[in-house]
Nanobody
Framework: VQLQASGGGLVQAGGSLRLSCAAS????????VGWFRQASGKEREFVAA????????YYGDSVKGRSTISRDNAKNTVYLQMNSLKPEDTAVYYC????????????????????WGQGTLVTVSS
C-alpha cells in the first residue's frame, strides 16, 4: 500500500482544514488508518484512527471534539476534518496504514502501522 497525504496549508487560528490520505491498492478496505503528527522538536503524536470499515474511530486528547476522521473505501481515501484549529496544532501530519480487521487501542501506537505517507504540513497562525 502506498499512501499520499494532502490538504495541509496555512490557516488562521479558529479555522478548519480537511486532510486526505489517498491509498493505492485494491485491498485498502482491509486496512486500519491512523493520523499522526510531529511538531518541530517534538515526538510524533497520535491524532486519530479509523478501523477498516469505518465503524470504529479513535482520537487523541489534543484533537478530541475538534476533529473527525472518516473514510471512503470506494475512493481509497481517509479524511481528517480538523476544526477550531489552534497554533499548537502546527505540525507535519502523517497518515499510516495497518492491515487488520480488528479494532482496538493498539491503533494509538505508531509502531502498529506498516505503511506511512510522506506527510503534509499544517501551519496555524495566531
Amino acid at each position: 500500500v502506498q499512501l499520499q497525504a494532502s490538504g495541509g496549508g496555512l490557516v488562521q487560528a479558529g479555522g478548519s482544514l480537511r486532510l486526505s490520505c489517498a491509498a493505492s491498492g485494491r485491498t485498502f478496505s482491509t486496512y486500519a488508518v491512523g493520523w499522526f503528527r510531529q511538531a518541530s522538536g517534538k515526538e510524533r503524536e497520535f491524532v486519530a484512527a479509523i478501523s477498516w470499515s469505518g465503524g470504529d474511530t479513535y482520537y487523541g486528547d489534543s484533537v478530541k471534539g475538534r476533529s473527525t476522521i472518516s473514510r471512503d473505501n470506494a475512493k481509497n481515501t481517509v479524511y481528517l476534518q480538523m476544526n477550531s484549529l489552534k497554533p499548537e496544532d502546527t505540525a507535519v501530519y502523517y497518515c499510516a496504514a495497518h492491515f487488520t480487521l480488528y479494532s482496538g487501542r493498539y491503533y494509538y501506537t505508531d509502531t502498529t502501522y506498516d505503511y506511512w505517507g510522506q506527510g503534509t504540513l499544517v501551519t496555524v497562525s495566531s
